[in-house]
């Protein structure tokens, strides 16, 4: 089981704040684990529509979506920061 974590409007969307889920074998990288998402609801589908913004921490340390994702405790998914 890999714990998932969502923040800001992705959680919004999503409709939750975690999970644990198991990841089928073919999800490898973060890219990976966004696609296999949306693939689980029309709630996962909205939140990530736009999942070339979505940033993606692996244990804490901000990962670029082809990186691997293997050995994975905790994913947390993260919309565009803004700033003002």
Same mark, same amino acid.
Not at 38 to 57: D, P, Q, S, W
Not at 60 to 68: A, D, F, K, L, T
């Given at each position: 089981m890999t714990k998932l974590v969502y923040f800001a409007w992705v959680r919004e969307r999503i409709g939750r704040d975690e999970e644990e889920i198991d990841l089928p074998g073919h999800v490898r990288t973060?890219?990976? !684990? &966004?696609?296999? &998402?949306?693939? !689980?609801?029309?709630?996962?589908? =909205?939140?990530?529509?736009? $999942? +070339? /913004? =979505?940033?993606? #921490? /692996? +244990?804490?340390?901000? /990962? $670029?979506?082809? $990186?691997? =994702?293997?050995? #994975? &405790?905790?994913i947390a998914l993260f919309p565009p920061m803004t700033g003002g």
């Open positions: 973060a890219g990976d !684990l &966004l696609k296999h &998402l949306k693939t !689980l609801g029309e709630e996962y589908e =909205i939140a990530l529509e736009h $999942e +070339n /913004v =979505i940033r993606v #921490a /692996v +244990n804490h340390e901000h /990962v $670029e979506h082809r $990186e691997s =994702i293997e050995g #994975a &405790l905790e």
